[in-house]
């Protein structure tokens, strides 16, 4: 099995989530760290948000492999992902500032939403084949109890609703707010581990 100096794959994400949850299934990785603007992280006019979602997540991958290639490091597969929180339509995305994590929250409350998760498994040439890339998306749906007022105010002021998508982290205190979750917890968390694990088993990486 490899070791940090030799990993299985690289991560193209510096989420400390999905750093987490591949480390507890057992995958050996390196993050790696795509330049900054690497991305334009803005969906298309008309795209619909899991086709933005699944674009972003392959996108990470791809540029993660070209970058490694570009800056002559060990050639491994790369795993890129993104996750967005839905509603009706409307991706939530981190929230700018407090009053935005406000909003959000506030939109959230009392409703059901769609929380969309990608990952992507690039991997280099090999042998004289084309670069070859999969991935799976898959779709939860999380509904939030009605939050008071002095509830969403608490909660900001803990700071976690800032860098997370849909201003909350289901692994942390907002896990009170959810009275269901239909679909794959990791995946609302930022990294979907069945089919992550998937992907690896279909490039001959499983563990």
């Known amino acids: ?5 030799d990993p299985l794959l690289y991560l193209a994400s510096q989420s400390p ?18 330049t900054e603007n690497a991305i334009a992280e803005i969906p298309r006019a008309g795209e619909a948000p899991a086709a933005y979602v699944r674009r972003m997540a392959r996108a990470k991958a791809i540029i993660g492999l070209r970058q490694l290639r570009q800056q002559k490091l060990p050639m491994r597969a ?6 967005e929180v839905v509603l009706t339509d409307r991706i939530f995305g981190k929230p700018r500032d407090r009053q ?6 506030r939109a959230l409350s009392g409703k059901t939403h769609e929380v ?11 042998k004289g084949r084309v670069t070859q890339i999969m991935d799976s998306v898959t779709v939860s749906r999380v509904t939030f109890k009605v939050l008071r007022d002095e509830e969403i105010e608490h909660y900001l002021d803990s700071g976690e609703p ?3 998508a849909g ?14 979750l239909d679909g794959s ?8 581990l069945f089919e992550t694990a998937q992907l690896l088993e279909c490039f001959g990486l499983g563990l």
């Open 1 to 5: 099995m490899p070791d940090s100096a």
């Open 17 to 34: 989530r999905r750093q987490a949850l591949l480390t507890q299934i057992g995958v050996p990785f390196k993050v790696f760290t795509l």
């Open 78 to 83: 790369v795993l890129g992902a993104d996750t």
């Open 100 to 105: 935005d994590a406000a909003a959000m929250l």
């Open 116 to 126: 969309i998760s990608a990952v992507a498994l690039c991997l280099p040439l090999r």
């Open 162 to 164: 800032f860098g997370k």
């Open 167 to 180: 201003a909350y982290a289901i692994q942390g205190r907002a896990g009170a707010f959810v009275t269901h």
């Open 185 to 192: 917890y990791s995946g609302v968390v930022g990294l979907p």
